[in-house]
């Protein structure tokens, strides 16, 4: 075991006390025997298939402090603290979460409360559901959080978490941890957007779990605006028959950005449908890694699946690492994936020089319409044409005017 992995278990043994007097019953409940798994795995190496592309100990190494404040939430009728839910919730925390991911039970045992976002039987929030997490402060910092969301039957929601850096200082950098269980209901329907915009500075681990009931619908999409370590898992498991689910994803790295995304679909039910689509820009010596999965049981017959990854490397340093794969016990399917990673198309860029177009200009109109397929399969209109903005101005290098930008709020 590594200094990293021991920091870790020694703050859990100083400060657990504290953590549960904060906390509430239900998520105390499974906090020892989370640290207990996190203590016997460790920290995930690069020789285990799904972190293969990430360095993990290296993100956990820095002696971080640790955030205990508590949620601030706006009154609503469907999202509250997991510590205040109107529900008995010992059926739905951590029963979605992978007891054997390092991440997530690291997370399980950490973090002191959580946001529940629960929609009732045939119900529907009027607007989308958005949820702000900004990093401030002049200490390095090491902050868990915890989302539930329960969308019982026939029920609807959109609910949009929007990452953002902050002010700090120079030196300052902060580790966060995510988990995100989803359990919908015969017949209900999410959307789901995790939107980042942090720094360098940052390091985000954001893991997703996904349970669809028979006839729902889930759609997932993964936007990496600005970054400076990332990595994304979304675990979904299609349980009901005619369930399916949409996972999209666009990242843009430049710099010495990283991001890491690793999906996994599971068919358990006959009749059900899946379509992944996952986009790379990466400049600079940014890094980029896609491992995606689908895993049809046996039972699973009629199924339907679409897995494409495709990357753009625009400068000769960037690297993309790209693992597409299919697993599949049931013979009567229709499976299909492909990867593809290339550069910049030197005959388009001819073309549109030919035509009084800059060299810059004409670079950053091929990416955006490389990335417009994901952002065109976003149902909201208003986010939609929120990202497209906000994906130009990356592509111009003008991120940092947005805070001050009228039209992105």
């Known amino acids: 075991m590594d200094r990293s992995e021991l920091q870790y278990i020694e703050l859990y043994n100083e400060i657990s006390a504290q953590i ?14 989370a640290f207990r798994a996190f203590s016997s795995l460790g920290f995930p190496t690069r020789k285990q298939e799904r972190y293969r592309y990430t360095d993990v100990s290296a993100a956990f190494a820095p002696n971080y402090g640790i955030s205990l404040s508590p949620l601030s939430i706006s009154d609503s009728q469907y999202i509250l603290p997991i510590s205040s839910a109107p529900i008995d919730l010992s059926r739905y925390y951590n029963k979605a979460a992978d007891p054997s991911d390092a991440i997530t039970v690291l997370n399980t045992a950490l973090v002191p409360d959580g946001i529940l976002v629960y929609v009732p039987r045939n119900d529907s929030p009027s607007s989308p559901i958005q949820i702000d997490n900004r990093l401030l402060g002049n200490l390095s910092t090491m902050l868990n959080r915890r989302l539930l969301i329960i969308l019982e039957s026939g029920a609807q929601a959109t609910v949009i978490i929007n990452d953002k ?8 950098s902060f580790l966060t941890t995510q988990v995100i269980e989803v359990f919908c209901k015969e017949n209900s329907s999410l959307d789901l957007y995790e939107v980042e915009e942090t720094d360098q500075s940052c390091s985000r681990f ?5 349970q669809a009931e028979r006839y729902s619908s889930v759609r997932h999409n993964s936007i990496t605006l600005t970054n400076g370590l990332t990595r994304n ?11 399916n689910i949409v996972l999209n994803g666009c990242v843009i790295g430049s710099d010495q950005q990283h991001t890491d995304n690793n999906t996994l679909i599971h068919h358990v039910a006959p ?3 899946s379509e992944q689509l996952y986009k790379y820009v990466l400049d600079g010596n940014s890094e980029g890694a896609f491992a995606g999965k689908i895993l049809v049981d046996k039972g699973a017959q009629k199924t339907s ?6 990357n753009l490397c625009s400068s000769p340093a960037a690297r993309m690492y790209s693992q597409p794969m299919l697993e599949i016990y049931a013979d009567d399917v229709k499976c299909n994936h492909g990867s593809t990673v290339g550069v910049m198309d030197e005959s388009a860029l001819f073309y549109m020089r030919q035509r009084g177009i800059p060299e810059p200009e004409a670079r950053m109109l091929l990416k955006n319409a490389f990335m417009g397929d994901v952002i065109d ?9 929120r990202l497209f903005v906000k994906i130009e101005k990356r592509f111009r290098g003008e991120a940092e005017k947005c805070d001050t930008c009228r039209l992105c709020k």
């Open 20 to 33: 549960k007097q904060k906390s509430c019953p239900v998520m105390n409940a499974v906090r020892d025997e």
């Open 165 to 172: 850096g902050g002010e700090h200082a120079s030196d300052t």
């Open 206 to 210: 954001s893991n997703v779990y996904i």
């Open 233 to 243: 898992l979304c675990d979904a498991h299609l349980l009901g028959e005619y369930s």
């Open 271 to 273: 009749n059900c449908q």
């Open 305 to 310: 699946s679409q897995e494409t990854n495709a």
């Open 377 to 385: 399969k976003i149902p909201l209109r208003s986010l939609r044409d």
